[in-house]
Structure formats: structure tokens, C-alpha cells
């Protein structure tokens, strides 16, 4: 079941684009505008609105790690900012000057892309925030874009109604017409599916348009073969233009948002619809899952961005985080912990998180009933062998307070241990200068 838990209202024209990171919510809009908030209470940041641009944003995307976001406008450039503070760490220009329709991160940050109206397609350096590589589609505006996986080949989409595969150095793999009216969105599914027929595995992608169809592809990313593009079925339900298509972070899900006003969230494999949400009042410009959480966004021309919360079988942590989360996950600081604990409603184990120093690393080691009901802590710190010996002599009360132990869990003190680390390397350091 979706629930509408929270409801944003600080644009003052129509949103075009959302986007989360593991902590953080950005939005954009016809208003010149990106704003910020935290997944935590759905507060703006203190550095929000982020203001730049000259004119409309067309869309927003964070980095992998959610330390960067870009976005987009019609004044012709790419913004990169810093999310710790807000500052603008480089301004990119379209070197057609025309403008900028959507933007992408690949999954390493190793390179962003950004496309233009007049058909043009850039590669930028992350790192360096340099042009890389740059090329065109033959015709129409370049609207929507997605990476692979693994980072090596990304996926336009035009107003002309063209999907074309792209290799990380801008030569053209494999292209198609899709959709005969225009495409208005794409997305490619992190998790891959088996081909049970040719033991293959394929990558499942989404892409919508003004024929008011979402359709449902398969591609197969090989080194040495190239790229194979297979259609698999059209998914009905939208009486109206689609604009915009997201898979959920396991692929399980696919939400759409339409010019029929209606948002639509579809099971993957076998094409249901799971949930219709008609909350909007205007066209549904924007819809996206949040990585790691049961959070869906969705935005439009009423100026307002809704944050649903639902049933979900999506994959958060510990033994439950597919291989392709995990990078993500184990990157994620204490603050992005805690915004994902606030997320699936353990608001009261932040401080508990924050006291062990708890980040991403220490998470994929918990599922989510431990946090609830395993993670019960006196707040002392002992040597491990003594606390088992307790343990195992059938000793349940804490050796300092003699109060009950809720669980015989034992979590490391991880602040403890850097500091002993820190101290035994400058001891070790001062043992080599005397």
C-alpha cells in the first residue's frame, strides 16, 4: 500500500525533475531553482535554494555517493555543486550554447552527461570537470538518459522518438526508433535478470514517451559482442503522454508519471499495476524511487513534489543489499545512516547509531529486525573475551549496571578502536624519530 506522508510546496512554478541521494531529496524547477532537503523530516537545508541558473532547470541528479548534484537548464550549462555546503564547484557549458535538457552521473562518478536540445550529447570528466567526449543525434532534441550498470555505456533518448546506445567513449552502438511521437524518459534497471532459454543475463530498461506508452526492453551489455536490444512488452494503463519512468532500486518495481495527471507503479515482472495515485492536479512531470528505502517522489506542474512511502520487498541492508547496492551502501557516512534509519521509521536508534559510530560499512553487517530487536546496548565499553566468558557463564544483566541485557548481540566500539589505532600509530612514529 503507498501512503502520501509528506507533501512539498516551496516551488513557485512547475517541478521538472526529482532526484534522491541516500540522505537528501533535491528538486527542480520552471522557477530557476534547485532545492534541497533531508529524507530525515523532509526539512529544506540551510543552503536551499540553490541559485544559479538564469533560467528553467530541466532536471537534477545526484552522484553515487550523493556528494555531488548537478543540474540543468535552458541558459545553455551544467551546474555542479557540493551538497555539504551548497557551493557551485563548476559551471558547464554546452558548447553548441544550446540548451540543456537532462543530465546524468554514471555509476563510478566517473564521468556526467549532458544533452541538449538541438540533439547534442556531452561527456564531462567528474574528477577533472573537464569536456571528455562529445557527439549528436541525427535528429530531434535529446531528452532522457541512463547509464548501464557497470558504467560503460549509456542510453539517450530524443524527441524524435530514438533510443541510442552509447560507449563510454561516444561511439554509437545501437539504435532504434521507439516510440513514434518522441521519447520523454528512460531508466535502467541496477539489477539484472536471467534469460532462462540462453542462460544470458540481461539489464532491463524502461522508456516512455508521447504515444502514451511505457515500454519494457532487455539489453544485453557484452565486452566483446557490443550491445543487444530486445523489446519485450508495452505496459498499459496511461491514458495520456508519459513523461517520466523509474525503476525501484531491486528493479521489482517500475513507477510512471503521466499527463493524465495519474502516477502508476507497475511490478516489474509480470507488468501489474500495483498502485494508482492521482493525487496531482497537473501533469506528472517526475517520479523516482529513493535507493535503499520504501520512499517514491513524484512531481508536477501543480508546483508541488509528494513523497509516498509503501509496502516494499526492496533491499536495505545486511544480508538483504544485492551485490550492486553494496558499493553504495558501504560508502554511506554516520549521516546517511542515520537519514536511512529516519526513513524506515527508527527515528529513536539514531543516537544509539551515532554513540558506535555506525556507518555504512558497520550497516550491511545488521538486517533490518536487528536494528529493531537485537541491537540493545548498555552503553560500556569491554574487552570481547571477558564480555563472552560473561555471556557464556548465563550471566543476562550488564556487568556495570547489573540492569538486564536485552540482547547478547555484541557491537564494537568503533570509536574506541580509532582512537587506540591513532594512538598506536603515533606512538609507532615517535618510536622511529628517537
Not at 534547485?34 to 529544506?44: G, N, Q
Not at 555531488?68 to 551546474?79: P, Q
Not at 495527471?261 to 517520479?287: F, P
Not at 512531481?299 to 558499493?327: H, L, R, Y
Request: proline share 3%; with cysteine.
Amino acid at each position: 500500500m503507498a501512503t502520501l506522508i509528506h507533501t512539498l510546496a516551496d516551488h513557485s512554478d512547475d517541478v521538472n525533475c526529482c532526484a534522491f541521494s541516500p540522505s537528501l531529496l533535491a528538486t527542480c524547477s520552471l522557477d530557476k531553482t534547485v532545492r534541497i532537503y533531508s529524507l530525515s523530516d523532509f526539512t529544506e537545508l540551510s543552503y536551499s535554494p540553490l541559485k544559479g541558473h538564469t533560467y528553467a532547470v530541466h532536471c537534477c541528479c545526484f552522484s553515487p555517493l550523493g556528494h555531488l548534484l548537478a543540474s540543468c537548464s535552458t541558459d545553455g550549462t551544467t551546474m555542479v555543486w557540493d551538497t555539504h555546503d551548497g557551493q557551485v564547484l563548476a559551471v558547464l557549458g554546452q558548447p553548441s550554447g544550446s540548451p540543456v535538457r537532462v543530465c546524468r552521473f554514471s555509476p563510478e562518478s566517473t564521468y556526467l552527461v549532458s544533452g541538449a536540445a538541438d540533439g547534442s550529447v556531452v561527456l564531462w570528466n567528474v574528477q577533472s570537470l573537464k569536456l571528455y567526449r562529445s557527439g549528436s543525434v541525427k535528429d530531434g532534441s535529446l531528452v532522457a538518459c541512463a547509464f548501464s550498470p557497470n558504467g560503460n555505456c549509456f542510453v539517450t533518448g530524443s524527441s524524435w522518438g530514438d533510443i541510442t546506445i552509447w560507449d563510454d567513449t561516444m561511439r554509437c552502438l545501437y539504435n532504434e526508433k521507439a516510440h513514434d511521437l518522441g521519447v520523454t524518459c528512460c531508466d535502467i534497471s541496477s539489477q539484472p535478470i536471467s534469460d532462462g532459454e540462453h542462460g544470458s543475463r540481461y539489464f532491463q530498461m524502461a522508456s516512455c514517451g508521447q504515444d502514451n506508452k511505457v515500454k519494457i526492453w532487455l539489453i544485453l551489455f557484452a565486452d566483446s559482442l557490443g550491445v543487444e536490444l530486445r523489446y519485450k512488452c508495452t505496459l498499459s494503463g496511461h491514458s495520456a503522454p508519459v513523461l517520466a519512468c523509474a525503476f525501484s532500486y531491486d528493479g521489482q518495481m517500475l513507477v510512471s508519471g503521466s499527463v493524465d495527471k495519474c502516477v502508476i507503479i507497475y511490478e516489474t515482472n509480470t507488468g501489474n499495476i500495483l498502485h494508482t495515485l492521482s493525487q496531482h492536479t497537473r501533469y506528472v512531470t517526475t517520479c523516482v524511487f529513493a535507493p535503499c528505502t520504501a520512499l517514491l517522489a513524484t512531481g508536477s506542474m501543480d508546483k508541488t513534489v509528494n513523497i509516498w512511502q509503501f509496502d516494499s520487498k526492496q533491499p536495505c541492508a545486511g544480508n538483504t543489499v544485492e551485490k550492486e547496492s553494496e558499493v553504495a551502501v558501504q560508502n554511506w557516512s554516520e549521516d546517511d545512516v542515520s537519514a536511512w534509519l529516519c526513513a524506515q521509521g527508527l527515528t529513536d536508534l539514531v543516537g544509539l547509531f551515532k554513540r558506535n559510530n555506525i556507518d555504512g560499512k558497520e550497516l550491511l553487517h545488521l538486517t533490518k529486525e536487528s536494528l529493531t530487536n537485537e541491537l540493545k546496548i548498555d552503553g560500556y565499553s569491554y574487552e570481547k573475551e571477558a564480555m563472552e566468558n560473561w555471556i557464556s557463564n548465563k550471566r543476562r544483566s550488564s556487568p556495570m549496571t547489573n540492569l538486564p541485557l536485552h540482547s547478547l548481540m555484541l557491537t564494537p566500539n568503533r570509536t574506541l578502536k580509532m582512537a587506540i589505532s591513532r594512538w598506536l600509530e603515533t606512538q609507532q612514529k615517535y618510536g622511529e624519530t628517537t
